[in-house]
């Protein structure tokens, strides 16, 4: 396993999840008294687990039959256009 790929993925993944509407969603089923947090903690956990998983078999399936280029272009574009988007609604 080659480190730097892993950290270079890890902190990549960490940064986009951070303040996203995943992270919300589980910190408001954790501010329920009734729900234990480590009920929480794991099945949040379990459903990006099995979302990454999902990532991998479509990226590798598109990867097949997309140059990973074109595939980098229709995902920052997807991007700004969501950035456009929330900046217009606020």
């Given at each position: 396993?080659?480190?730097?790929?892993?950290?270079?993925?890890?902190?990549?993944?960490?940064?986009?999840?951070?303040?996203?509407?995943?992270?919300?969603?589980?910190?408001?089923?954790?501010?329920?008294?009734?729900?234990?947090?480590?009920?929480?903690?794991?099945?949040?956990?379990?459903?990006?687990?099995?979302?990454?998983?999902?990532?991998?078999?479509?990226?590798?399936?598109?990867?097949?039959?997309?140059?990973?280029?074109?595939?980098?272009?229709?995902?920052?574009?997807?991007?700004v256009?969501?950035?456009?988007?929330?900046?217009?609604?606020?």
């Open positions: 396993m080659d480190l730097k790929i892993f950290l270079t993925i890890f902190a990549t993944v960490l940064f986009a999840e951070l303040g996203d509407k995943t992270q919300l969603a589980t910190m408001l089923f954790a501010t329920n008294a009734q729900n234990s947090r480590l009920m929480v903690f794991l099945a949040s956990a379990s459903a990006l687990v099995l979302a990454s998983g999902i990532a991998v078999l479509v990226g590798n399936a598109l990867g097949k039959y997309v140059d990973p280029k074109h595939l980098s272009w229709i995902a920052g574009i997807g991007f256009m969501i950035g456009i988007w929330t900046i217009a609604k606020a």
